[in-house]
């Protein structure tokens, strides 16, 4: 069964950075779009980010000018750069490969993050 494959979570003090890697399955690259959600316990699953297969980035309110969402195409991976990491950021961070017509779609186990002191 095909699944993309996150990496790069981690505990990280308030105010820190992070990284997180999705690696796509090389047949679905150049035509899905790449977003990251992330749960935290007890409550529903977010959208954080996104960006299609041409380039276009899409963020939530909560993480805009903090988060940075990029792909590079030499790796079939698209990253989330996470900057001035706070506490509410804690969660499990998933990454979901869709289709833009089709609709479909795949995940990721996901990558705990962990903001604590």
């Known amino acids: 069964q095909e699944q993309v494959v996150e990496s790069g979570g981690g505990l990280v003090q308030p105010g820190g950075s992070l990284r997180l890697s999705c690696v796509v399955p090389?047949?679905?690259?150049?035509?899905?779009?790449v977003g990251w959600y992330r749960q935290a316990p007890g409550k529903q699953q977010d959208f954080i980010s996104s960006?299609?297969?041409?380039?276009?980035?899409s963020y939530a309110e909560s993480i805009r000018g903090r988060f940075s969402i990029n792909r590079d195409d030499t790796r079939h991976t698209v990253y989330l750069q996470m900057n001035t990491l706070k506490p509410e950021d804690a969660a499990v961070y998933y990454c979901?490969?869709?289709?833009?017509?089709?609709?479909?779609?795949?995940w990721g186990q996901g990558t705990q993050v962990t903001v604590s002191s």
């Open positions: 979901n490969a869709r289709h833009p017509y089709t609709g479909y779609s795949i």
């Open positions: 090389r047949n679905l690259w150049m035509s899905y779009t």
């Open positions: 960006i299609t297969f041409d380039g276009h980035t």
